[in-house]
């Protein structure tokens, strides 16, 4: 049987709607594909960009693994997905990641007839007034929010939006937390993250292996 031939990656010029999925990704897993692909389809995106941060402003206290590490995770992650790139548009310039400035540099890149949209979980969210610049970033982009079980459609954190979408996501109940634990104990992560970053992560040893008594 004729194998069916793979679709094209959408063309800068193609794209009409941008998904910007940013995160630490420390390191990127499954649960991070489901809910990107479950946003994607739900609002009709052309393309999801996964952007990891470089320095984290929500986390001081937390030490992540390398931005270069996590970096490749990602491109490994989403390289056999059309509507999916990496961007190291964070980790390039090093420092704390602000999202305002993120969409800026992106929305001088693809004009502004592009329409945007941030993907994010309901915790984040909640969180947008205590971002850098909210009402910039609000009138930038659409939030597509992966709703959990919880949460209803009225919970509004009083952010004037240009436009938000509630997307039912399926529960997935994997966390990069978790699984940084289980590579500390010496605990298989199989299935928890695509192959090839399972692959990378033993080749490259971005995270502590448990201690030999």
Not at 121 to 139: C, F, Q, R, S, T
Request: aromatic fraction near 8%; glycine fraction near 8%; hydrophobic fraction near 35%.
């Amino acid at each position: 049987m004729q194998s069916k031939a793979r679709r094209k990656p959408p063309q800068a010029n193609d794209i009409k709607r941008l998904g910007l999925f940013g995160g630490t990704f420390d390191p990127i897993h499954c649960g991070h594909l489901i809910c990107a692909e479950q946003l994607r389809e739900a609002i009709g995106l052309d393309l999801v960009m996964f952007i990891p941060s470089s320095s984290p402003p929500h986390k001081p206290e937390y030490t992540a693994a390398s931005a270069s590490h996590r970096l490749e995770m990602v491109r490994l992650a989403v390289a056999d997905y059309d509507h999916f790139t990496a961007s190291n548009i964070e980790v390039r310039k090093g420092g704390v990641s602000y999202t305002v400035d993120t969409v800026r540099e992106i929305r001088n890149r693809y004009g502004k007839d592009v329409e945007f949209w941030l993907l994010m979980g309901m915790d984040a969210y909640l969180d947008l007034p205590n971002w850098k610049e909210p009402d910039v970033v609000a009138a930038e982009c659409s939030f597509g929010i992966a709703r959990r079980p919880g949460y209803v459609n009225s919970i509004d954190p009083g952010q004037a939006t240009a436009g938000k979408q509630f997307v039912d996501i399926t529960l997935v109940e994997i966390s990069s937390t978790g699984i940084r634990e289980r590579l500390s104990e010496g605990r298989s992560i199989r299935f928890l993250v695509p192959g090839s970053v399972e692959r990378y992560i033993e080749q490259h040893k971005p995270y502590p292996s448990a201690s030999k008594d």
